[in-house]
């Protein structure tokens, strides 16, 4: 069963004169159960994306299709059962004047047609199975600890039982403790629930111990996709291996790398023909100038690059 | 030389909460002071209350905190209006709390260095288109004209950035700076700020969770909890010995790229950084630690593991 099928989806967005191309073209697809890992530059489209599939924002074209149906043809609420999103700021997504407990019976409410008993008691088990205690269901979000509202978001993210969670940065803005205690959470309850996440991340470590397949945005474009695995081992893509080694393990005295891309970074209301990063790519040939690398197919994945 | 940035004993309460209880520390020119610690340790706070910009309810006190010499606790409001943004520059953690949603990211970006330096739009303009294409923005001419709506997370983050180094400070207190960046950016925007630090005696307080970051850049890493600096020592030597229980556990949570099991949890230290009152006595970390024992209600002493590497533990040095 297929969780997430994105096809040949295309989003751009006027900016002044200039047409801003967020999402070029894109396909992608997500076993139901999978965790799909999306990395690339920022302002390359991911949140376009997770947009896009959540049904925030409408595709310019393309076909869009969740647990098997399109996007386009569910309403509201019905989406709201089957998907179901958590972002990086957790304090800009929950409304300030509401207790714990409300937020997270919002989308229990909104479907308007559970009952006053039954929307408390699946609050109270959904607040329990993300590690808050009772006391929490009365605090507001300015009495929590960042990790706190974070739980809280995927309490409400998660208390209409959807098939699928899209993660935005969910632990962009959290400290390295409870970034973990956040990322035992979600394995956790991926492992108890079958959900499937698509999951956009800037932290490579994260996404390596979250993912089981990687894409690699760059510009509008998925350029790699591989199994975690395959991808971390031998990435193909210059882009990709770029993205690799400029990670800062926590070695001390190895400074911050150069990898070569120059500090010219691209503009997407104006696309480079041939090969889109042909203009940074330390490898790059004549021919990447002019000819559109076709996807090249691998056993699990494939990658658009001339030369891989 | 003398020290651009001195905090010494800074006290920090919002009513019955202490935010920031006693914490010292120092930046020299040209030096990268990393703060770390989890969550509402404070580290927000004491940046806040360096540039005074702390809500109406917060208290403040230290025995000193000042910039190039100047005592800042003595300084007037316009006194302090004429170093912020000036020669004292912030980047905040939340752009989109920073950035004014009704004005493009042009004028905002030139207000600055209109109100401080006096310079014509034009020189302005030019200023800030510059400074957008050092920190990786491209065609800023368009995105000096858009709201900060119109941006994505790190174009946000950047703009933050740029504007910050309009008026070519010489300390600069970066809260999270980086975090919604990709690594490929964040290490152009690392290096754009080590060439100032080379260049121009940038001093710089980093305030990051990141601890790729920090061993990478840091001269100098303090780690704060519960409102205390718990430990302090140059960056080497606090990843080779880390000696407060709580900077180990620290050090345990990083994911490390290519050591990562996907079938095990990540290392985590359990529990959450308790809220503490003006007069808690002891370590706050002894609810979490296992080390703990009946001392560690009381009093703890600062003990050197060297001359540049102190902590706040009662096991011994
Ligand atoms: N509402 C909008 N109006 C105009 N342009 C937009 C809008 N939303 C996004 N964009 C543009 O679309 C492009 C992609 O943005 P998006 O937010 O998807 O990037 P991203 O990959 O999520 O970046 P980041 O990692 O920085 O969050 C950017 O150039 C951005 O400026
Ligand atoms: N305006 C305020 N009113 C009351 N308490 C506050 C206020 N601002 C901060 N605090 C409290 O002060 C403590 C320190 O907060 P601070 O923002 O400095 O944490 P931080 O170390 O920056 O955390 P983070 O890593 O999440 O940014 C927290 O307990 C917080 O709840
Ligand atoms: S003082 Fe006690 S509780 Fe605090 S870190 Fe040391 S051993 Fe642990
Ligand atoms: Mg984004
Ligand atoms: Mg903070």
Same mark, same amino acid.
């Given at each position: 069963?297929?969780?997430?099928e994105?096809r040949?989806a295309? !989003?751009?967005? !006027?900016?002044?004169k200039?047409?801003?191309?967020?999402?070029?073209d894109?396909?992608?697809s997500?076993p139901?159960g999978?965790v799909?890992?999306?990395?690339?530059?920022?302002g390359?489209?991911?949140?376009?994306l *997770?947009?896009?599939? #959540?049904g925030?924002?409408?595709a310019?074209?393309?076909?869009?299709?969740?647990?098997g149906q399109? #996007?386009a043809?569910?309403?509201?609420k *019905?989406?709201a059962?089957?998907?179901?999103p958590?972002?990086q700021?957790?304090?800009?997504?929950l409304?300030?004047?509401?207790?714990?407990?409300?937020? $997270?019976?919002?989308?229990?409410?909104?479907?308007?047609?559970f009952g006053k008993?039954d929307?408390t008691k699946?609050v109270?088990?959904?607040l329990?199975?993300?590690?808050?205690?009772k006391?929490?269901?009365?605090r507001?979000p300015?009495?929590l600890?960042?990790g706190?509202?974070?739980r809280?978001?995927?309490?409400?993210a998660l208390?209409?039982?959807?098939?699928i969670?899209?993660?935005?940065?969910?632990?962009?803005?959290?400290?390295v403790?409870v970034q *973990?205690?956040?990322?035992?959470?979600?394995?956790?309850l991926?492992?108890?629930?079958?959900?499937?996440?698509?999951?956009i991340?800037?932290?490579?470590?994260? $996404?390596?111990?979250?993912?089981s397949?990687?894409?690699?945005?760059?510009?509008?474009?998925?350029?790699?996709?591989?199994?975690?695995e395959?991808?971390?081992?031998a990435?193909?893509h210059?882009?990709? !291996?770029?993205?690799?080694?400029? $990670?800062?393990?926590?070695e001390?005295?190895l400074g911050?790398?150069?990898v070569?891309?120059?500090?010219?970074?691209?503009?997407?209301?104006?696309?480079?023909?041939?090969?889109?990063?042909?203009p940074?790519?330390?490898?790059?040939?004549?021919?990447c100038?002019t000819?559109?690398p076709p996807? !090249?197919?691998?056993?699990?994945?494939?990658?658009?690059c001339?030369?891989a | 030389?003398?020290?651009?940035?001195e905090?010494?004993?800074?006290?920090?309460?919002?009513?019955r909460?202490a935010?920031?209880r006693?914490?010292?520390l120092?930046?020299?020119p040209g030096?990268t002071?990393?703060?770390v610690?989890?969550?509402?340790?404070?580290?927000?706070?004491?940046?806040?209350?360096?540039?005074?910009?702390?809500?109406?309810?917060?208290?403040r006190?230290?025995?000193?905190? =000042?910039f190039?010499?100047?005592?800042?606790?003595?300084?007037?409001?316009?006194?302090?209006?004429?170093?912020?943004?000036?020669a004292m520059?912030?980047?905040?953690q939340?752009?989109?709390t920073?950035?004014?949603?009704?004005y493009t %990211?042009?004028s905002?970006?030139?207000?600055v260095l209109?109100?401080?330096?006096? =310079?014509?739009?034009?020189?302005a303009t030019d200023r800030?288109a510059?400074?957008l294409a050092?920190?990786?923005?491209?065609a800023?001419g368009?995105?000096l004209?858009?709201?900060p709506?119109q941006?994505?997370?790190?174009?946000r983050?950047?703009?933050?950035? =740029?504007m910050a180094?309009?008026?070519?400070?010489?300390l600069?207190i970066?809260?999270e700076?980086?975090?919604?960046?990709?690594v490929?950016?964040q290490a152009?925007?690392?290096?754009?700020?080590?060439?100032?630090?080379?260049?121009?005696g940038?001093?710089l307080?980093?305030?990051?969770?990141?601890?790729?970051i +920090?061993?990478?850049?840091?001269?100098r890493?303090?780690?704060?909890?519960?409102?205390? %600096?718990?430990e302090?020592?140059?960056t080497?030597?606090?990843?080779?010995?880390?000696?407060?229980?709580?900077?180990?556990?620290l050090l345990?949570? %990083?994911? +490390?790229?290519?050591?990562?099991?996907r079938?095990?949890?990540?290392?985590?230290?359990?529990g959450t950084?308790?809220?503490?009152?003006?007069?808690f006595?002891g370590?706050a970390?002894?609810e979490r630690?296992?080390?703990?024992?009946?001392?560690c209600?009381?009093a703890?002493?600062?003990?050197?593991?060297?001359?540049a590497?102190?902590?706040?533990c009662?096991?011994?040095a």
């Amino acid at each position: 069963m297929i969780a997430i099928e994105v096809r040949n989806a295309r !989003k751009t967005f !006027k900016a002044g004169k200039r047409t801003v191309v967020a999402v070029d073209d894109v396909s992608l697809s997500v076993p139901e159960g999978g965790v799909m890992g999306i990395v690339g530059e920022s302002g390359c489209g991911k949140s376009t994306l *997770a947009r896009l599939v #959540l049904g925030l924002l409408p595709a310019d074209s393309g076909d869009i299709a969740i647990d098997g149906q399109r #996007l386009a043809d569910l309403d509201r609420k *019905a989406r709201a059962r089957l998907i179901q999103p958590v972002f990086q700021d957790p304090f800009a997504s929950l409304n300030p004047l509401a207790r714990v407990r409300d937020i $997270v019976a919002m989308p229990l409410v909104a479907q308007g047609r559970f009952g006053k008993a039954d929307i408390t008691k699946t609050v109270q088990e959904m607040l329990a199975r993300v590690g808050l205690g009772k006391e929490m269901g009365g605090r507001l979000p300015s009495e929590l600890s960042g990790g706190q509202r974070q739980r809280v978001a995927i309490a409400r993210a998660l208390v209409l039982r959807p098939r699928i969670v899209v993660c935005d940065e969910p632990t962009s803005a959290l400290d390295v403790s409870v970034q *973990a205690q956040i990322l035992n959470l979600l394995a956790e309850l991926r492992r108890d629930l079958g959900l499937t996440y698509l999951f956009i991340s800037h932290n490579l470590a994260v $996404v390596e111990h979250v993912a089981s397949e990687v894409a690699v945005m760059y510009l509008g474009r998925l350029v790699e996709r591989e199994p975690t695995e395959t991808l971390f081992a031998a990435p193909e893509h210059p882009y990709t !291996k770029a993205l690799l080694a400029s $990670v800062l393990t926590p070695e001390p005295g190895l400074g911050v790398p150069d990898v070569g891309l120059g500090d010219t970074l691209p503009d997407p209301a104006n696309i480079p023909p041939g090969c889109r990063f042909h203009p940074r790519c330390p490898i790059a040939e004549p021919r990447c100038a002019t000819t559109t690398p076709p996807l !090249k197919p691998r056993p699990n994945g494939g990658v658009e690059c001339l030369l891989a | 030389m003398t020290a651009l940035l001195e905090i010494e004993k800074l006290e920090v309460t919002f009513g019955r909460t202490a935010a920031v209880r006693g914490a010292s520390l120092a930046v020299a020119p040209g030096e990268t002071h990393c703060l770390v610690g989890e969550s509402g340790c404070g580290k927000s706070v004491t940046a806040l209350s360096v540039m005074n910009l702390l809500v109406r309810n917060a208290r403040r006190r230290a025995e000193r905190l =000042a910039f190039q010499g100047e005592d800042l606790l003595k300084l007037s409001d316009s006194g302090m209006a004429r170093l912020r943004g000036n020669a004292m520059a912030m980047i905040f953690q939340e752009p989109m709390t920073s950035l004014n949603p009704a004005y493009t %990211v042009g004028s905002q970006m030139t207000e600055v260095l209109r109100r401080h330096k006096r =310079a014509s739009q034009r020189a302005a303009t030019d200023r800030a288109a510059d400074l957008l294409a050092r920190v990786g923005i491209t065609a800023p001419g368009m995105r000096l004209g858009q709201f900060p709506h119109q941006l994505s997370g790190g174009l946000r983050q950047r703009v933050m950035i =740029a504007m910050a180094l309009m008026c070519d400070p010489q300390l600069l207190i970066a809260d999270e700076p980086t975090t919604a960046l990709d690594v490929t950016v964040q290490a152009q925007i690392l290096r754009l700020l080590a060439g100032l630090q080379r260049d121009l005696g940038l001093g710089l307080l980093l305030i990051t969770h990141d601890l790729g970051i +920090v061993a990478r850049v840091a001269t100098r890493v303090s780690v704060m909890y519960a409102g205390e %600096v718990v430990e302090s020592a140059p960056t080497a030597e606090l990843f080779a010995n880390p000696r407060h229980p709580y900077t180990q556990g620290l050090l345990r949570c %990083v994911p +490390v790229p290519g050591k990562i099991r996907r079938d095990q949890p990540l290392g985590a230290i359990p529990g959450t950084v308790p809220r503490v009152g003006p007069d808690f006595e002891g370590c706050a970390f002894r609810e979490r630690c296992d080390f703990a024992d009946e001392t560690c209600k009381h009093a703890i002493p600062r003990h050197h593991a060297s001359t540049a590497h102190d902590f706040l533990c009662r096991l011994p040095a």
